[in-house]
C-alpha cells in the first residue's frame, strides 16, 4: 500500500513539474485552468486541489506572483522606462479581461482594476508633465498683465 502512495506521489509530482515549466514558458499568453489541467493529464478540478497542495497556493495566485515578479525584475535591471513596463505587465492581463470561460467573474475585476492601473499612470504622468508645461506657456501671461 505504502508503495503505491509513493507512486502516486512521484507521478503527481511529475506532472505538477510538467505544468509549472510549461508555466514559466507561455506566462506572456492566457492560461486558463482547462488548458493547465490538459498538461497534467487531469481534470480541472482535480488539478487544482492536487496543485494547490503540492505547490502551496492556487493556479491564478502563482501565475499572477510570478508574472508581477518578472515585472519586478524587468524594473530592477532594465533600461526601460517604467511607464513602459507597466504597460507590458498590464497588457498580460488583458486575456483576463477578456476571458468567458468559468471563473470570468472573479478574473474580469482583477483585470479592470490592473489595465486601470495603467491609465492612473498615464494620469500621473499628464500631471506631472503636461499640465506644467501647459501652466508655464500660458499661466505666465496672467503675471505679466497684473
Given at each position: 500500500m505504502s508503495s503505491?502512495?509513493?507512486?502516486?506521489?512521484?507521478d503527481?509530482?511529475?506532472?505538477?513539474m510538467?505544468?509549472l515549466n510549461?508555466?514559466q514558458?507561455n506566462?506572456d499568453?492566457?492560461l486558463?485552468l482547462?488548458?493547465?489541467?490538459a498538461?497534467?493529464?487531469f481534470?480541472p478540478?482535480?488539478?487544482h486541489?492536487?496543485?494547490?497542495?503540492m505547490v502551496?497556493?492556487?493556479?491564478?495566485?502563482?501565475?499572477?506572483?510570478l508574472r508581477?515578479?518578472?515585472?519586478?525584475?524587468?524594473?530592477k535591471?532594465s533600461?526601460?522606462?517604467?511607464?513602459m513596463?507597466a504597460?507590458v505587465?498590464s497588457?498580460?492581463?488583458l486575456p483576463?479581461a477578456?476571458?468567458?470561460?468559468?471563473?470570468a467573474?472573479?478574473?474580469r475585476?482583477?483585470a479592470?482594476?490592473?489595465?486601470?492601473g495603467l491609465?492612473?499612470c498615464?494620469?500621473?504622468l499628464?500631471?506631472?508633465l503636461v499640465l506644467?508645461a501647459?501652466y508655464?506657456?500660458?499661466?505666465?501671461h496672467?503675471?505679466?498683465?497684473?
Open positions: 503505491s502512495r509513493s507512486t502516486t506521489e512521484m503527481y509530482s511529475e506532472r505538477v510538467r505544468v510549461f508555466i514558458k506566462l499568453r492566457p486558463p482547462e488548458d493547465l489541467a498538461v497534467a493529464c481534470s478540478y482535480h488539478f486541489r492536487v496543485f494547490r497542495g502551496g497556493e492556487s493556479v491564478k495566485q502563482h501565475v499572477r506572483r508581477l515578479e518578472r515585472a519586478a525584475q524587468h524594473l535591471v533600461e526601460r522606462p517604467v511607464l513596463t504597460l505587465a497588457l498580460s492581463f483576463m477578456m476571458a468567458t470561460s468559468a471563473g467573474e472573479v478574473q475585476p482583477l479592470t482594476v490592473v489595465i486601470g491609465c492612473t498615464t494620469c500621473t499628464l500631471t506631472l506644467p501647459i508655464a506657456r500660458f499661466g505666465g496672467a503675471k505679466e498683465s497684473a
